[in-house]
């Protein structure tokens, strides 16, 4: 292996490269004790290098912005130049005017640069080139003049629970040399690898929906900067050289042509110097910049230049491993080409700062004054359910996405999101909530919620649709009309029960949230017995659906006098709007003594986990349950184990290896299993299920015009039986408890290829029907079968129950109306 020097004389960003002595600084060997690339540096140690660097330098500031689910520390370094440093926040400040986030005349601004690095653990080279890439840019006198003229912020580590898992891992399995044949230990990475965070998610798809912690912090920092330059550094198979900007397409619609131009502006720049090396690189292919939550393309829908490096290499490559072309792939090759990129970037984006700023300006600009688009105001209708109406206006706050109320008006045109009509005519009421585009964050409202997005190349790298009122589950409104935003000071609800006068005879709680799902985990927690009415009831005047929980008192004698005391604060606690009844005897409906009043028990859920199990889906349901439910949950590794202790057994997407016959067996016995997505194929070889999925092609006759494809085409003929992520319509049977607390029409992401036909002797739940489509792409032959098919299922097998849940209710966190429908799974269906 070449010391890893040698790679930095013949990638110098000038023609001479002269280094300055900093005597106080030490080199990374020299604090280390290694040289970059001869091993795996721990998180810990990359914090200790750069609390070195800021106690020796003027030009350099930590800022710790949070921390990990596992408690490592999440920290940012801002570099500039020693006069830069003591107006910093001159500099930022002045920055936010510019964009009109913050209010205020602004000077001319300095260009802020962002690299990111190691959203993806496995993917373990960044955090190894950012520790060169600092001392370089403090030590080196080429680095002056960028320190000078801009600022650069360093996210060293975004994931660092993944990043020292997998060094954990990785120096535990390498010898005293590493072997670079791609079958030794040290390359196979076992499940669930490095790649994810704590809760297996991927935090490149976190950036938008910021359902996990690390990125929630990180976002708020990103919004207190609003950089003109964000770079995510990333790793991909070893087989492949180099990938830099500009990306490939499909571009979503709303990317300006300087974001454009400047992608290819800083690509041209690290083009020359891999040029001047020999070292192989491609661009405009794969990574595309349409789907909104990656670390790309949520900055450039900020404003910012985003983009995505990819070095082959990966979790497989550890310190070194022979590719395909008989070559050695070595870790400091992999440090000394994102390095480059790094600082061949900063260069590009410094030499074009004039144009970078004006830009940026007008990008802002434009928002806040003169913004365009088909649909300029968002109304978002009073009458939805508050809770839900309150979680879509915290994630808005969360993007800094401004908003109000409206002023009434009647007869409105514009796009009915329910009803899948561009034609609709509405009325406003001065209750309504308005989001409009002329804001300084127009793009990114335009993006999450035009109701149609447009696919330039089907040939795309992710989900293809989202817009926000399908994803909440709220009723909607766009217009191309610009309504006004009136009073932003929108009031919460704030729900405080007080303890009636007279001991109750039972409490009532609805059953429409995921709020009311959070409610009746901890009710069951605290051992207090709550029913569900299987019927929808009238009492004391006011009509309750399907679902609503009943707490009685009679249950609850454990309670005591305490009774109403304790409920009426765990329902302020949750803010849960509680109804006191005095009375079981109800005026429609069933009576509360009724068998149609169901008894909801505490159950006992196993989730299963390993290898064989999409990380992913599983990491998904982890968090859901354990975070957000705040619901005991034991994570099986696998099957080998007494099932029947469990009520509930969930799958999340099983690949193989799941035992079916052990599965059945539980289920006869009386468990529940919920197979999401495609764990749902573990059942379709068993007859007395009769699961069908009608989306296998039929392989009986192959026509000439499959014997004659053309090759070119292979990649997009197979994608006539896929959907990259599409928003269907499902007729839901709301009389039955899996669909207890929505309306008959519910809105699903659909991810699978499959389609399965209606179950016999079964409840079909979920449906899609005819002309379900609503957005995003699905292929020509997949389409033609999604017609009169079962989403989500419910069947009786011997004393227990399978239920189906084609669509994954809770992926990545971005479908919260999909939250109560595991819930209603989880604890309704019996």
Not at 761 to 774: L, Q, Y
Request: aromatic fraction near 12%; proline fraction near 3%; include cysteine.
């Amino acid at each position: 292996m070449k010391p890893f020097y040698k790679y930095l004389i013949v990638n110098l960003l000038l023609s001479v490269f002269i280094s300055v002595s900093f005597a106080q600084i030490q080199s990374p060997e020299q604090f280390l004790g290694y040289k970059l690339g001869e091993r795996f540096t721990y998180h810990y140690r990359m914090i200790d290098y750069f609390k070195h660097l800021a106690q020796n330098s003027s030009q350099i500031k930590l800022q710790t912005y949070g921390e990990t689910y596992e408690k490592r520390p999440l920290m940012v370094a801002i570099l500039t130049s020693e006069s830069n440093m003591g107006k910093i926040e001159e500099i930022r400040v002045n920055n936010l005017k510019i964009t009109g986030l913050q209010s205020g005349t602004p000077s001319a601004g300095k260009p802020i640069i962002w690299l990111s690095y190691n959203v993806h653990g496995n993917e373990s080279v960044s955090m190894e080139a950012v520790i060169q890439t600092a001392y370089e840019l403090l030590t080196n006198s080429t680095a002056k003049k960028w320190l000078d003229e801009g600022v650069i912020v360093l996210d060293p580590c975004i994931n660092p629970d993944g990043r020292d898992r997998y060094a954990n891992w990785h120096n535990q399995m390498v010898g005293k040399s590493p072997n670079i044949l791609g079958e030794a230990r040290e390359h196979r990475e076992p499940w669930p690898g490095g790649r994810f965070n704590h809760y297996l998610y991927d935090l490149n798809r976190d950036w938008a929906w910021q359902s996990q912690q690390e990125t929630q912090q990180r976002i708020a920092l990103y919004h207190q900067w609003m950089p003109h330059v964000h770079v995510d550094f990333h790793e991909m198979d070893v087989n492949n050289p180099y990938y830099f900007a500009p990306a490939a397409e499909p571009y979503h619609l709303e990317l300006t042509p300087h974001q454009r131009e400047f992608q290819v502006i800083i690509g041209k720049n690290n083009a020359k110097y891999f040029d001047q090396n020999g070292w192989l690189y491609f661009t405009k292919e794969v990574f595309d910049l349409l789907y909104p939550s990656y670390g790309d393309s949520y900055p450039m829908f900020n404003g910012a230049i985003g983009m995505t490096y990819e070095q082959g290499g990966s979790g497989r490559a550890g310190l070194g491993i022979l590719t395909e072309t008989g070559d050695t792939l070595t870790l400091a090759k992999r440090i000394a080409h994102h390095h480059i990129t790094g600082l061949a970037t900063i260069e590009a984006a410094i030499d074009g700062k004039d144009k970078l700023l004006s830009e940026f300006k007008n990008y802002f600009d434009k928002a806040n004054s003169s913004p365009q688009g088909a649909y300029k105001s968002f109304v978002i209708k009073a009458e939805n359910n508050s809770e839900k109406l309150q979680t879509l206006l915290d994630y808005l706050d969360k993007n800094q996405i401004r908003y109000g109320y409206a002023s009434a008006a009647k007869g409105q045109k514009g796009f009915d999101y329910e009803k899948n009509n561009a034609n609709a005519t509405f009325d406003i009421s001065d209750k309504d909530i308005v989001v409009n585009i002329k804001q300084p964050k127009s793009v990114l409202v335009k993006v999450l919620f035009n109701p149609k997005t447009v696919v330039a190349d089907s040939l795309t790298y992710d989900v293809t649709a989202w817009a926000l009122p399908y994803s909440f589950g709220v009723k909607a409104y766009a217009t191309a009309n610009l309504l006004e935003m009136g009073n932003k000071n929108i009031e919460k609800i704030k729900i405080q029960n007080t303890v009636p006068t007279e001991a109750s005879y039972a409490y009532i709680a609805e059953w429409k949230s995921f709020k009311n799902a959070q409610f009746l985990a901890r009710i069951l927690k605290q051992n207090i017995r709550v029913r569900y009415a299987e019927k929808a009831f009238k009492i004391d005047g006011q009509n309750y659906s399907a679902g609503t929980l009943l707490i009685m008192r009679g249950e609850n004698e454990a309670l005591g006098k305490d009774f109403d005391q304790t409920i009426t604060q765990m329902g302020n606690n949750f803010g849960q709007k509680l109804k006191a009844v005095s009375t079981g005897f109800v005026e429609s409906g069933a009576d509360f003594g009724s068998d149609r009043a169901k008894f909801i028990k505490s159950k006992k859920v196993a989730l299963l986990s390993g290898q064989g199990v999409s990380a992913t889906s599983f990491g998904g349901i982890w968090h859901y349950l354990d975070q957000q439910l705040d619901y005991p949950v034991t994570v099986l590794n696998d099957l080998d184990t007494d099932l029947e202790k469990y009520d509930v057994l969930i799958l999340p997407e099983v690949y193989y290896g799941a035992n079916s016959t052990k599965i059945l067996s539980y289920v006869r016995a009386g468990g529940k299993v919920i197979a999401i997505s495609r764990a749902m194929s573990i059942f379709e070889s068993e007859e007395e299920i009769g699961l069908k999925d009608l989306a296998t092609p039929d392989k009986k006759e192959t026509p000439d015009a499959d014997r004659l494809k053309k090759y070119a085409d292979r990649e997009r003929r197979e994608l006539a039986d896929e959907t990259a992520g599409s928003i269907y319509k499902v007729d839901m049977d709301t009389s039955h408890p899996l669909a207890f607390g929505y309306e008959e029409t519910y809105f699903t992401l659909h991810l699978s290829s499959k389609a399965y036909q209606y179950l016999d002797k079964a409840w079909n739940v979920g449906t899609i029907r005819e002309n379900a489509h609503i957005d995003g792409f699905v292929g020509h032959r997949l389409k033609q079968k999604l017609k009169n098919v079962m989403l989500f299922g419910v069947k009786r097998v011997g004393r227990g129950t399978v239920v189906f849940l084609a669509d994954d209710p809770v992926f990545r966190s971005s479908w919260h109306n999909g939250k109560l429908l595991l819930s209603n799974a989880i604890f309704l269906v019996d």
